[in-house]
């Protein structure tokens, strides 16, 4: 997969070699890829599909000889099983064989546009049909379509089908429908987190091993890279509902922290245990962060930060602030979360790597990076923090620029350092919650939320500058980097605007199906690691992209199902 087929042909005097180097790796020097001396003048190669390469040809002296037609500037994206000849030859225009110029072209001999992209649009069809006919049979049994065609309607039916139902005109029934309604659970919220556990298993799996389902290689955003914050994020939201609950219900707040403790214990142990899936665990090299582990330690720092702060009633709603009042009631939480981002702008920024001569605030991937000059600073500060705390041996051993990069010192996206960027997401989240419980007007929590979405969103594009890697802080999920912060959390403001007006205030979704998954989100995900690679989840099947992709959408379904079963078999685990 994402591999083409280039076959290299040189004809002349002298030796000539092929230097290649992926877009993706940014600031990256050129590698060698053939030389005619070690291929007798003609060879194939595979080349990588997955982004633009670029091509370059140089003589014996390292001098480059010629531009290759049919590129941008030497810089050409070749398709997925694509075949294509590179053709090299020495038009020579004296008596000695280094005199002449060189003829260089690409030729595309086989190139299909759509042989990557048709199983995912077969994917989406498929999937959008399912869709399509589960609203069509859901709209026919709500309007009793089904009984008029099997069986006979009776007299009564079909008066109040004609009529129209007697409408109550005791007060109190409209008064009760009301308490019930706005005392329900709120469904948005459990959509919001089952389309992050969904796409999260999809992604897990191998997200039919397309680079854009897979995480960034360092700077950027692909689809896997939004779940896991938007998980922190929604977590933070349902904390806010939470604890107004238990303070309702008169739980003291020292029952309230050992839940607390016991819920991020828990978490921090089903982590070591999804770490330990593969055999008999290695001490010596056992990794000890992890996604859960993350989870744990941020749930415990935001819903403490709350516990001491939350206040059971509305003091302030009728003061001149009132419609900003759920940033002003909770200002020492500001306070601790700018301590928290500050903390993390100093360490990554302003303090340079004791080891390996890393420059200060260096946070690239190392290896090839800037030219060999930074081999072994993958990650800065965040990844010398983590080697202090746990050990080279005990964490995360193969980060995502290893392949590009040449990365050759292990990372952990999961580590120390971003922890405190991911308390500042769910503390965001948590801001999201107490909108939702302190204005009772549905169009005025959506607004609150569209504003966030758009101060948040224009903050990370100021750090960006609109640039994956120019700027002066880009989006970077591995070191959890502040733009990459503001910009989940200003997208799940504006996911979770769409779910309650669609679900919640108008009822035109009803969140299947990722419903019935956001109500044990954490029992899928623990579920889906540890029985990965079990049939019927997993089946060996052929290295492409249809067939990879259909293996993991079936896994996904798979968990989906076991969800729905669960709803309907009122099966609830939570941690």
């Known amino acids: 997969m994402d591999t083409a ?30 030389s005619t001396r070690q291929t007798l003048n003609s060879t194939v190669i595979a080349i990588d599909t997955a982004y633009s390469t670029q091509l370059a040809i140089y003589d014996q002296s390292n001098t480059s000889v010629c531009n290759i037609n049919h590129t941008n ?83 009564e039916h079909l008066v109040e089908s004609d009529l129209g139902a007697p409408t109550s005109i005791n007060p109190t029934d409209g008064n009760k429908n009301n308490e019930k309604k706005s005392s329900k659970r709120l469904k948005s919220l459990d959509t919001f987190r089952g389309i992050c556990i969904t796409v999260m298993i999809f992604v897990n799996y191998g997200g039919g091993q397309y680079w854009f389902f897979s995480h960034s290689v360092w700077n950027g955003l692909t689809v896997a890279d939004l779940v896991f914050p938007w998980f922190v994020f929604i977590m933070g939201t349902t904390m806010a509902i939470s604890f107004k609950s238990l303070l309702r219900k008169s739980a003291t707040k020292w029952q309230i922290f050992r839940k607390i403790c016991q819920r991020s214990l828990t978490l921090f142990f089903l982590g070591l245990m999804v770490n330990s899936i593969g055999g008999y665990t290695d001490m010596a090299t056992f990794r000890i962060p992890g996604v859960l582990q993350r989870f744990a330690f941020t749930y415990f720092v935001v819903a403490l930060l709350q516990l001491l702060f939350a206040q059971s009633s509305d003091p302030n709603q009728y003061k001149w602030w009132a419609p900003i009042r759920d940033i002003i009631d909770y200002w020492p939480e500001w306070l601790a979360n700018t301590v928290v981002v500050t903390t993390y702008l100093v360490l ?31 990650g800065g500060m965040a990844a010398y923090i983590d080697r202090q705390l746990f050990g080279t041996s005990h964490i995360y051993q193969h980060p995502t620029c290893k392949k590009i990069y040449n990365t050759t010192v292990p990372y952990d996206p999961e ?10 997401i769910c503390f965001l989240g948590l801001q999201a919650g107490k909108i939702l419980i302190i204005y009772q007007n549905g169009w005025g929590r959506v607004k609150r939320w569209l504003i966030w979405s758009v101060i948040l969103g224009v903050l990370a594009m100021i750090l960006t500058k609109c640039k994956q890697n120019e700027g002066w802080i880009p989006i970077n999920k591995n070191i959890w980097s502040l733009s990459f912060v503001l910009a989940l959390a200003a997208m799940a403001f504006l996911l979770l605007s769409f779910c309650y007006v669609t679900i919640d205030m108008y009822g035109w979704w009803s969140g ?34 249809a067939a990879q992709l259909t293996m993991d959408l079936w896994g996904t379904t798979f968990w989906v199902l076991v969800s729905i079963y669960m709803y309907y078999k009122k099966i609830f685990i939570s941690v």
């Not at 040189?10 to 990256?28: A, K, R």
């Not at 419903?515 to 099947?541: Q, R, T, W």
Request: glycine share 8%; with cysteine.
């Open 512 to 545: 299947a199906p990722f419903f019935f998954p956001g109500m044990n989100s954490i029992f899928l995900y623990f579920c889906h690691e540890v029985f990965h690679d079990m049939f019927p989840i997993a089946i060996k099947v052929a290295s492409t992209h």
């Open 73 to 155: 500037n030497g810089w050409y994206h070749f398709k997925e099983y694509g075949s294509y000849q590179l053709m090299i030859q020495l038009k020579a225009t004296g008596q000695s064989k280094d005199n002449g110029t060189y003829s260089c072209n690409l030729i595309i001999t086989d190139e299909d546009e759509w042989e990557m992209s048709l199983p995912i649009i077969v994917a989406f069809l498929l999937y959008l049909t399912l869709g399509l006919a589960y609203i069509l049979v859901m709209f026919l049994y709500r309007k009793q379509y089904f009984y008029r065609i099997l069986f006979c309607v009776t007299t």
């Open 348 to 378: 990554t920024y302003g303090v340079s790597v004791p080891d390996y001569n890393c420059p200060k605030g260096y946070v690239g991937p190392g290896g090839l990076h800037k030219n060999d000059l930074y081999q072994n600073c993958t």
């Open 5 to 34: 087929c280039l076959h290299f042909q040189y004809v002349g005097q002298g030796n000539v070699s092929l230097w290649t180097q992926s877009d993706v790796c940014w600031q990256c020097p050129l590698l060698p890829r053939i």
């Open 415 to 424: 580590g120390t350092l971003g922890t405190l960027m991911s308390i500042f």
